[in-house]
């Protein structure tokens, strides 16, 4: 039916129905959890005891540790960020080299090449992190067996948990960045030689400006993806806990409000870089 002729009165319900529900089902628990980080219970669920920011700041006399008052908590927050930077810019960084190889080279087995990439992102996470685990242990066994050598980095840590994530996070980056080349107007880029620039000249001044909001765009979601990622990091993490897995332990000794806290927190620093990011994109 074209959107332009009136439509019978069931199908306006219907279509509005459909989208109250739809919306409801996506930002109700958001709503849920943000309202009940002020609820002055020790559960962070209904029914409302009355506002409060204990939950946020602590309450000493009531035995209450507030989010920003909870060490342990801010740590992993800390970790989940160090953790997040890594993957992000080693993403961005392997996004675009793989961009340019798939766009712009030629080479046997290169539709072989590009399908393999997708395979990470169809493992699921529980697998994808039990193989690398079991694969690092291996290399690093025998490297101390064999020649006596120590690779803590092949251990289970950090430096395993972003090796990790940046093993399918690097392939949503590779896909943002290459659809956005792929649109590039080689004409551009031909006249700016042909007028004498140097390839690098090219890169810096034309193809790097065109590229940039894919470029911000994936750093965005390769940040954000390796921030919430529970199921890979769960099977590599060490001593250092970064905040996903933290939370998961909080939930199973018994969830109290703190953890609305910190989701609420999280809500607000992921819609502040959503709006800034579309805030470049029109500037």
């Known amino acids: 039916m074209s959107p332009s002729l009136p439509r019978p009165f069931w199908l306006r319900s219907a279509t509005a129905a459909y989208l109250i529900g739809f919306l409801a089902f996506l930002f109700l628990p958001l709503v849920v959890i943000a309202v009940f980080a002020f609820n002055n219970a020790p559960y962070p669920a209904p029914p409302w005891h009355g506002f409060t920011l204990d939950w946020f700041l602590g309450n000493a006399a009531q035995g209450r540790v507030g ?46 090449l590009s399908v393999m990439m997708l395979a990470p992102l169809v493992i699921p996470g529980v697998i994808l992190g039990i193989s690398i685990l079991a694969f690092a242990s291996r290399i690093a066994d025998f490297a101390d067996d064999t020649f006596g050598l120590e690779l803590d980095f092949l251990r289970p840590g950090l430096p395993l948990v972003v090796l990790g994530q940046f093993s399918y996070i690097a392939t949503i980056a590779t896909l943002t960045i290459s659809a956005s080349l792929r649109r590039f107007d080689r004409t551009l880029e031909e006249a700016a030689l042909n007028l004498g620039a140097s390839k690098a000249a090219v890169f810096r001044t034309i193809l790097l400006p065109y590229l940039r909001p894919a470029l911000l765009g994936s750093a965005a979601i390769s940040f954000l993806m390796s921030f919430s990622d529970f199921n890979t990091t769960l099977m590599l993490v060490g001593a250092d806990t970064p905040l996903t897995v933290m939370m998961y332990g909080r939930m199973r000794e018994g969830a109290t409000p703190v953890l609305n806290a910190v989701s609420l927190f999280l809500m607000i620093a992921s819609a502040i870089l959503a709006l800034t990011l579309l805030r470049r994109r029109r500037r």
């Open 67 to 112: 989010l920003f008052a909870d060490d342990e908590l801010l740590g992993s927050i800390w970790t989940s960020c160090i953790v997040a930077v890594c993957v992000t810019m080693l993403s961005a960084l392997v996004g675009l080299t793989n961009a340019f190889l798939l766009e712009r080279s030629r080479f046997p087995g290169k539709q072989v």
